[in-house]
Antibody
Framework: QVQLQEAGPGVVKPSETLSLTCNVSGVPIYSYYWNWIRQPPGKGLEWIGNMFFGGSTKYNPSLESRVTIFGDTSKNQVSLNLTSVTAADTAVYYC??????????WGQGTRVTVSS | DIVMTQSPLSLSVTPGEPASISCRSS???????????LDWYLQKPGQSPQLLIHLGSTRASGVPDRFSGGASGTDFTLKISRVEPEDVGVYYCMQTLQTPWTFGQGTKVDLK
């Protein structure tokens, strides 16, 4: 049974870097694609990007200049860094596992507020 | 980017009655392997989204058979044969044929 647990700072100051982690249990991260998706308050879903460990990463062009997704097999953990944040980056951030495109399993999400 | 357009954006349904949600893509989602790369997700109140349908018409594991997905060109449909109270929430379609993967705006379903 795969479980995903996101963790983050809760509040980030404008212009700083947002760093989130997704702790994965039940499957090794090197076997699947790992995605980050976000949902601003009261709004819909936006795909941020994904990675396949030891392979490619794909990012949404709208965020590509600011985002990095990477993994740590020793911790079985996937991470997201988003630089130069603004209020528009305030959202619930989800990690999700995929293999053949579909987001099969999701974490419970972590809420991030950008505020000074 | 492929634009996904859902309709309606809001739907009130009577328990036990059928319901249908449409999703249109700005370009075809048919892969060379013969599958449409279109998924449906349900986000129940206060929860994370969950996968209902993938590859256009294949129910995910554990999804009741009252949910079905269909495809015709760039038009996709999610049907619920008999709505149950636990089906309330926001339904999203999403394409994964090409990056960036994109979602529809969501359709909020509640009970009459």
């Amino acid at each position: 049974q795969v479980q995903l647990q996101e963790a983050g700072p809760g509040v980030v100051k404008p212009s700083e870097t947002l760093s989130l982690t997704c702790n994965v249990s039940g499957v090794p991260i090197y076997s699947y694609y790992w995605n980050w998706i976000r949902q601003p308050p009261g709004k819909g879903l936006e795909w941020i990007g994904n990675m396949f460990f030891g392979g490619s990463t794909k990012y949404n062009p709208s965020l590509e200049s600011r985002v990095t997704i990477f993994g740590d097999t020793s911790k079985n953990q996937v991470s997201l860094n988003l630089t130069s944040v603004t209020a528009a980056d305030t959202a619930v951030y989800y990690c999700a596992k995929s293999l053949s495109g579909s987001l099969e399993s999701w974490g419970q999400g972590t809420r991030v507020t950008v505020s000074s | 980017d492929i634009v996904m357009t859902q309709s309606p954006l809001s739907l009130s349904v009577t328990p036990g009655e059928p319901a249908s949600i449409s999703c249109r893509s700005s370009q075809g989602l048919l892969h060379s392997n013969g599958y449409h790369y279109l998924d449906w997700y349900l986000q129940k109140p206060g929860q994370s989204p969950q996968l209902l349908i993938h590859l256009g018409s294949t129910r995910a594991s554990g999804v009741p058979d009252r949910f079905s997905g269909g495809a015709s060109g760039t038009d996709f449909t999610l049907k619920i044969s008999r709505v149950e109270p636990e089906d309330v929430g926001v339904y999203y379609c999403m394409q994964t044929l090409q990056t960036p993967w994109t979602f529809g705006q969501g359709t909020k379903v509640d009970l009459k």
